[in-house]
């Protein structure tokens, strides 16, 4: 019997959302099992010496640093997939032109009145400079063959203050069809609900609490609530761009 998990979302399907948590997350309580990567000691070695810091600090601050990287990773295919339970997007997959979600059949953009895709990524940061002229002219290309409007969706914001403009990396001029928003914009938009993003992070802790007894371990110690929402709020901003 399939066992429904419910986390006082009424917008979004939350068997499928915790579903979602599992295909992400679950692969990463599995893996904690295999072969870690070895570490590199003179980089330690430098760390400690430099950081005037004891050098199994520093190896236990690394071996954190390399789980915080593989999760950073996962974090953002999350989003993707979260966004897309989204009745408004329609997840691509290997078919989607290289990007990851579209709007739905019949479902237009309410500023623009046209179809949009998107490539979702976790920070504003995430793609390497070398390599943000390619997805530019990505999206561009399925915005203009589409009669379309592309998105990056950048989920954490470099600044707290919502966005909706065109996405200019060096060496590309600027294109009101080939745009960038915050994560809270871009919930708000998949979701019709200004405070999907915020809803959904608080309900994360319980989500993950449910991924780990999926996998038979016990549920995590309580997370720090007043801790985790001044964390929110010192990255996100309140309201999505109009």
């Not at 801790?227 to 109009?242: H, I, M, S």
Request: glycine share 8%; aromatic share 10%.
């Amino acid at each position: 019997m399939m066992v429904m998990h419910a986390y006082g979302l009424s917008w979004i399907d939350e068997q499928r959302l915790f579903e979602v948590a599992d295909h992400v997350f679950g692969k990463m309580l599995s893996a904690r099992n295999g072969k870690p990567l070895p570490p590199d000691p003179f980089t330690l070695v430098a760390q400690a010496k430099l950081l005037d810091e004891p050098l199994q600090a520093i190896v236990d601050f690394d071996d954190l640093r390399s789980r915080n990287k593989s999760l950073s990773n996962a974090i953002g295919l999350w989003h993707q997939k979260v966004l897309g339970l989204s009745p408004r997007l329609t997840e691509l997959g290997s078919n989607g032109g290289g990007v990851d979600l579209r709007t739905a059949p019949g479902v237009l953009l309410p500023t623009w009145e046209k179809p949009g895709y998107f490539e979702v990524k976790n920070r504003f940061n995430t793609i390497k400079a070398s390599d943000e002229k390619d997805v530019w002219d990505k999206l561009k290309f399925l915005a203009q063959s589409n009669g379309a409007v592309s998105y990056l969706v950048q989920v954490i914001p470099g600044a707290r203050e919502p966005y909706d403009r065109p996405w200019v990396p060096s060496g590309r001029t600027s294109d009101e069809r080939v745009r960038c928003c915050d994560g809270v914009t871009a919930y708000a938009f998949a979701f019709d609900r200004p405070t999907a993003l915020h809803e959904l992070y608080r309900a994360m802790p319980a989500i993950l609490d449910d991924v780990r007894v999926e996998h038979g371990l016990p549920a995590a110690v309580a997370s720090e609530q007043e801790l985790a929402e001044r964390l929110f709020g010192d990255v996100f901003p309140e309201k999505p761009a109009v």
